[in-house]
């Protein structure tokens, strides 16, 4: 039975390229061809390929996520993400999009055919020259995101409570209402936390906590 | 670093020249012959090997990466640690700090 690919590039001369070459060195069907982000995802909740491929530089919704979206919906949906060669940010942003593997655009076509066949049997596939700096860029995110936690965990309970407020758009007078404290103890609060988390402003503060999930981010409050 | 990380770390030789020779890669020092022949996920590993990454690290990313068990990521480590150390690619120093993180 033919494998059913979806092919998503802003260009059409790749798109079909791409798709010729498939289908002319496997068992490939092509059943979509998208343009953009929003249409990739669209054809692939609609029709169901076996495997997307998806260009990481998609107009409207990125290929990244769209790849993020694809596989939210629809997880049996494998996705090769191709860009740039050398793109370890966009190699790195489609892993953690859920990507099941990722070629770069300097690859000739014809290896396209074996990526697939890799992919569709389980492989995870990363350009072998570019594993060890994806490998140093996950050990250096990890490491960032411990460092965090490790000034998190200096936080006071209250001055998380007041974290908390902050994410929700408080200034240091609603924080006080909300807390029934003085507008002065809040300020001082706010003052600590932000030197413990050792950054400079509240909306750093607040990037922070939302970045890493200590707060989510949500209406903003009314006092 | 935390307080647990380990005194020593493994570090690249840094005079030795990478080349690439499809999914082989060849490291040699300048003017000296025949190098070592790496496969790429040997030579990832080498490049790891920066003075300020602890195994333990390595083998989280792997994990991460490839979906692996924790045990079968620590003993792929292990043993290409030490390889890499027996054929005097890689040498064990005090962690240093790491720079441009």
């Known amino acids: ?223 | 670093m935390s307080d647990t990380a380990p005194l020593t770390v493994p570090v690249r030789r840094v005079e030795l020249e990478a080349r690439h020779d499809g999914e082989r890669v060849w490291l040699r020092e300048p003017g000296k012959s025949p190098g070592h022949m790496l496969n790429t996920t040997a030579f990832a590993l080498w490049e790891l090997c920066d003075g300020t990454t602890a195994p333990h690290e390595m083998v989280e990313a792997i994990c991460i990466l490839f979906g692996l068990e924790r045990a079968t990521a620590e003993r792929d480590v292990e043993l290409g640690l030490a390889d890499l150390t027996r054929a005097g690619l890689v040498e064990w120093r005090r962690r240093q700090a790491e720079n441009g993180a």
């Open chain 1, 1 to 223: 039975m033919a494998t059913r690919v979806l092919i998503a590039d802003e260009h059409r001369l790749i798109r079909e390229a791409v798709a010729e070459a498939l289908v002319a060195e496997a068992a490939v069907n092509v059943v979509a061809e998208a343009a953009d982000g929003y249409r990739a995802v669209s054809d692939a909740g609609s029709l169901l390929p076996d495997l997307a491929l998806i260009n990481a530089d998609l107009p409207g919704l990125s290929g990244i996520d769209a790849c993020l979206a694809i596989k939210s919906s629809s997880p049996a949906v494998s996705v090769i993400v191709f860009s740039h060669s050398g793109d370890a940010d966009a190699l790195l942003s489609a892993i953690e999009a859920g990507a099941d593997g990722y070629f770069g655009m300097e690859e000739e076509l014809a290896a396209l055919v074996g990526a697939l066949e890799r992919v569709l049997d389980g492989e995870f596939l990363v350009p072998a020259h570019m594993l060890g700096q994806l490998l140093q860029r996950l050990i250096r995110r990890r490491r960032r995101s411990e460092g965090a936690l490790e000034r998190y965990l200096r936080l006071t309970p209250r001055e998380r409570e007041v974290l908390a407020l902050l994410v929700e758009g408080c200034d240091h007078e609603a924080v006080a209402a909300a807390l029934v404290i003085s507008p002065q103890t809040a300020r001082t609060h706010i003052q600590n936390l932000l030197r413990k988390l050792e950054v400079h402003s509240r909306l750093e503060a607040v990037a922070l906590a939302v970045d890493q999930g200590w707060v989510e981010a949500g209406a903003p409050r009314r006092v």
